[in-house]
């Protein structure tokens, strides 16, 4: 089982930015994806952004937040950042971090093997 903490969130004008952060600690696979899906009230959650560990090294985004938010990840490959610039009262939502144990074309969040607890990001216009 892997743990996720989340940290990061918060409130932020229209143009600022957010940096998230989440660690994860247990048993974590040497080829894993991790990343961040979003959920506002009324709306269904969607991928953000992911990160896999190993081979290519693949990321992906959500159109919608490609060219302002960047996903990293530490060298240990245990701790992922969300670095959101240029932020839109459209990207206020629950932001959870995500794991899988392994590469994914998940990006509905049905095959997430734990999730974090979530944070908070509001953007005020």
């Known amino acids: 089982q892997v743990q996720l903490v989340e940290s990061g969130g918060g409130l932020v004008q229209a143009g600022g930015s957010l940096r998230l952060s989440c660690a994860a600690s247990?048993?974590?696979?040497?080829?894993?994806?991790m990343g961040w899906y979003r959920q506002a009230p009324g709306k269904q959650r969607e991928l953000v952004a992911d990160?896999?560990?190993?081979?290519?090294?693949?990321?992906r985004y959500a159109d919608s937040v490609k060219g302002r938010f960047t996903i990293s990840r530490d060298n240990a490959k245990t701790t992922v950042y969300l670095q959101m610039n240029s932020l839109k009262p459209e990207d206020t939502a629950a932001y959870y971090c995500?794991?899988?144990?392994?590469?994914?074309?998940?990006?509905?969040?049905?095959?997430?093997?734990?999730w974090g607890q979530g944070t908070q990001v509001t953007v005020s216009s």
């Open positions: 247990g048993r974590i696979f040497s080829i894993n994806t």
């Open positions: 990160i896999t560990s190993g081979g290519s090294g693949r990321i």
């Open positions: 995500a794991y899988y144990p392994t590469w994914t074309l998940d990006d509905k969040g049905e095959n997430v093997a734990s």
